[in-house]
């Protein structure tokens, strides 16, 4: 049955019947049975997807919606908006994973059946899995312990976004998150209450030091204290009825490709559908920081966003994740994709981390954090006298050294911390004194600064934070210092995970064993504390390393001089010939989308997800020459993958490009904002194709302008009919010039490299002027 609240978008329509938006346009000037808009704006009107799904079918447009296409459209136009199709969506695919008789059960019936046997059922799999029973509140031991922390009752406050909570007359202030609230945060220390260890969520009193002026005894628990909400509260009967279409769409996905791919894929889709809206941790830095911290049984993210970090956690016997965010809807989330990806315990709570700790009593082995940067409103006024701040009261302007310490609290006696953290939290004058403190008592153990690109913002080389709780002051305690800043990618393409991984980890675990690191040039050494400790306390790995050996940078030098003449010689060789002039040709023409509809080529579209291993041709790739270096979000999902003799096109930023995929370069999933033209060869030359798609006169007619972007339509690119003799001799031109290109963009990168070589050699005295 098909869900007549489902909404869609014309670019929606337009994915679903495999056209351009302008090809929508056209059907509804041109058809006057064509669905009226039901929502939406004027500009932006949105339609019912089932009236869309039957006229397409009448007019022989659409075959069948396929199934993935279908549960996300659905999800995409839920009347409630997509948070709560995704909340409903992974209680239920939960409820399937664990008990699927259940669910078979229940979906035999009519919709209404359904959605009045759900919760009952969901209640069986939610409160157990996420440490509660079922039809009581969702609470452990531990959470009962840290509830006797609880001065007084503490109204939720249900205004914020971030989840925060109003504390009783004459306590600190918590009605507001920390960390700007929003959904935009990767985790901005509140997130659902899995139950748990939920103890202490609002407390007024100082519960292991939440935000009182000074310390309390703890109390029992008053009759009217409030208990926190489970991490995945169930859902009633009426609030998912309009989502039951969907949630039969997504039971039938689960049985081709599984609950938790069904879930990665919808959740990926959407996170990649709203860039602006979320700030991610990249999977590669998720993993580098998990293996970082080591295994541990119970770890902690305060800050977990859509629980990436908890979620790259190596699974032990009897594991507990415990999480917590601003943005209730995140957490919810997060706990549900924690509890379809593990068989570990999960715990989560909603809730300002800063401001009003859900796990005040929590020892963890393992902390990891991506905290929101640059939070001024982070409760510095409130939180004065927070037992917390054991290293030093952070300024108003160190949020970031705020959640180094809390993360500090929530260790036990030598367990370990990794922490996303700005650059200048190293060195900005105003957090010295903490970081001295940290330094003198052996809490922080290594300073890993990153590449360019390796997380947002991604135009900043970002560190990584390793410490842990002392359980012993070192004798003569030293710090790592990693700068794995050489491995930046070129462009957009982000680092070379690989190489960091290897040189991050290899460091610290000689660095663990043996509590000092013998000195790597450029890329490693551990400093004695006491160098440290002046008037800066400067943590940068840069400003303390050792150049590159002298030798090596010599040499390395010579080498790529070596290249770049070689290069050079080689585009002198490949230099057009002068060219000799023609009359103007009057071809006859043809569009790519006709080309298409006759079957001389196929078109593909870049994917939303993929396997995660492929490597992903991006747009910059094709723009700057380059080798695939992109990534798609994880998914079960077919990713189009390149072949030998395909035609590729950016379809944004104005540029007249397009590129012959070479042996090199097949077999790399297609990323977005591309589009793939796979020629007949029997009756379209791949050469032939690219060099006229690249002509800039057909560019411009093809493209579409918005306020701040260009935007191609491929299929409104012209080409000349012309027999195939007569394509191979323009496509081998073509392909000439093409090589002539690479070589000239060749010996660009050489010669940078070079120049920026001989500057540095010079200025730090590794290379003599003469």
Known sequence: MQDNATEVTAAGIARLAGVGRAAVSNWRRRHADFPKPVGGTETSPSFALAEVEAWLRKQGKLAEVPLRERVWQQLAGHPEGPLTALVHLGCVLLLIHERPTVWLDASAGSDARLAAMLPGALDQ?????????????????????AAKAVNGPLPVNTKGEGGGVNPTPGAPGVNAPADGGGVNAPAHGGGVNPGADLGGVNTSADADGVNSPAAVVPTPVTPTATVPAPAAPTPTGPQLLPSVPLLRGAAELAAEVGARQTFEFLLGRHLDANPRQYTLTPAELAGLMADLAGPARTVLDPACGTGALLRAVDARPDQELYAQDSAPELATLSALRLALHSRAGVRGAAGDTLRADAYPLLRAEAVLCHPPFNERNWGHDELAYDPRWEYGFPARTESELAWVQHALARLTDGGTAVLLMPPAAA?????????????????????????????????????????RRPDRTPATPEVLLVDTGRFAGEGRGGPDWEAVREAVLDAWRVFARAGQLAERPGLARSVPVIELLDDDVDLAPARHLPPAAVADGAEQLTRVRERL???????????????????????PLTTVGELARGGALVMRTGGNGGHARVPVLTDHDVLAGTAPSGTLPESEEEAV???????????LGGGSVARVIDDATAGAALGRSLVLLRPD??????????????????????????????????????????????????????????????????ASRLGEQLVRGMYDGLTDGTVAPD
């Open 125 to 145: 799999v939610l409160a157990p899995r996420f440490g509660g029973t079922p039809g009581g509140p969702v609470h452990s031991s531990r959470s009962r312990l």
């Open 427 to 467: 060195s900005r004058r105003s957090g010295r004194r903490i970081r001295a403190d940290l330094l003198r008592r052996g809490a922080l153990r290594a300073v890993v600064a990153l590449p360019v690109g390796a997380a947002p913002p991604y135009n900043i080389p970002l560190h990584l934070w390793v410490l």
């Open 565 to 587: 003449g070689a290069t050079l010689r080689l585009t002198a060789d490949l230099t057009p010939p002068p060219a000799d002039p023609a009359p103007s040709a009057r071809w």
């Open 641 to 651: 993958l390149t072949e030998p003799g395909d035609v590729v096109v950016p379809v």
């Open 681 to 746: 060869r029997t009756a379209l030359d791949p050469w032939f194709l690219a060099g006229f798609l690249r002509g800039t006169a057909n560019n411009r007619q093809a493209s579409s302008y918005a306020s701040t972007a260009t935007r191609l339509d491929v299929r409104r690119l012209h080409l000349p009919r012309l027999p195939l003799e007569e394509q191979r001799r323009y496509g081998a031109r073509f392909r000439a010039l093409d090589e002539f290109e690479r070589a000239l963009r060749h």
